[in-house]
């Protein structure tokens, strides 16, 4: 948990209900985490189902990870304890989305659970979709779109996730999406099929 350092400081709640803002959008706000390894799919799908939804007349947005780190944590590495903070500091932003009514998808490899777990904490029951982008490392090493595979077999990169460095897949996500042989187009109507069943693409107020 991140040292609370700023004092004197008080919460301000705001005149318009979350319930009113996603009775505007004709949806229910929620923040749709998606983790797997690099290369896994994790962005592909996210840009993908954001379309999808915008093309329905929905309001999602993608946090992706590397879109991130070039702004708000831009001071962040790759060592343990950075990654803890880099996955406290969205799901802080992924939060305040969630709450304007938005349906944000985050696109982080996120590879610890007790990371995952403790940005689940901070969403109330039903806001949180943990999606597993389900692909083992020898298919996301085939698809290697940026050369990062090749150069961490090479040393080149240290601390990378599932060639020298950890990744712990999901125990009990809402969803696993598998991308090994499956179309993105499969795998984005996996994805929004889910948030159908579950009415996030209804609004709360009917």
């Given at each position: 948990?991140?040292?609370a350092?700023?004092t ?7 005149t ?8 505007v ?5 929620a ?9 896994s ?8 189902a954001e ?6 007349g929905?309001?999602?947005y993608v946090?992706d990870?590397?879109?991130v780190r ?7 590495g ?6 803890t903070?880099?996955?406290r ?7 305040l989305?969630t709450d304007s ?6 696109s982080?490899?996120?590879p ?6 403790q ?5 109330e ?20 779109p ?10 080149e990169i240290?601390?990378f ?19 090994k042989?499956?179309s ?10 889910y948030?159908?069943e579950?009415g996030f ?6």
């Amino acid at each position: 948990m991140a040292e609370a350092k700023a004092t004197n400081i008080t919460w301000h709640g705001g005149t318009v209900a979350r319930a009113d803002r996603e009775k505007v959008l004709g949806q229910r706000g929620a923040t749709i985490w998606l983790t797997g390894l690099s290369a896994s799919g994790k962005s592909t799908v996210a840009v993908a189902a954001e379309a999808e939804l915008v093309k329905r007349g929905r309001l999602a947005y993608v946090l992706d990870g590397d879109n991130v780190r070039h702004g708000l944590n831009k001071n962040l590495g790759f060592s343990p304890e950075d990654r803890t903070e880099n996955i406290r500091r969205i799901g802080e932003v992924a939060k305040l989305f969630t709450d304007s009514g938005v349906i944000v998808f985050t696109s982080f490899i996120s590879p610890y659970r007790a990371d995952r777990d403790q940005v689940r904490e901070l969403f109330e029951d039903g806001d949180f979709v943990e999606v597993f982008i389900d692909a083992d490392v020898a298919t996301c090493e085939e698809r290697d779109p940026k050369g990062l595979y090749k150069k961490a077999r090479a040393g080149e990169i240290p601390e990378f996730t599932g060639i020298s460095a950890p990744y712990e897949a999901p125990e009990k996500p809402e969803l696993v999406v598998p991308t090994k042989g499956v179309s993105v187009e499969e795998s984005v109507a996996l994805l929004v099929g889910y948030l159908e069943e579950k009415g996030f693409l209804a609004s709360p107020q009917g």
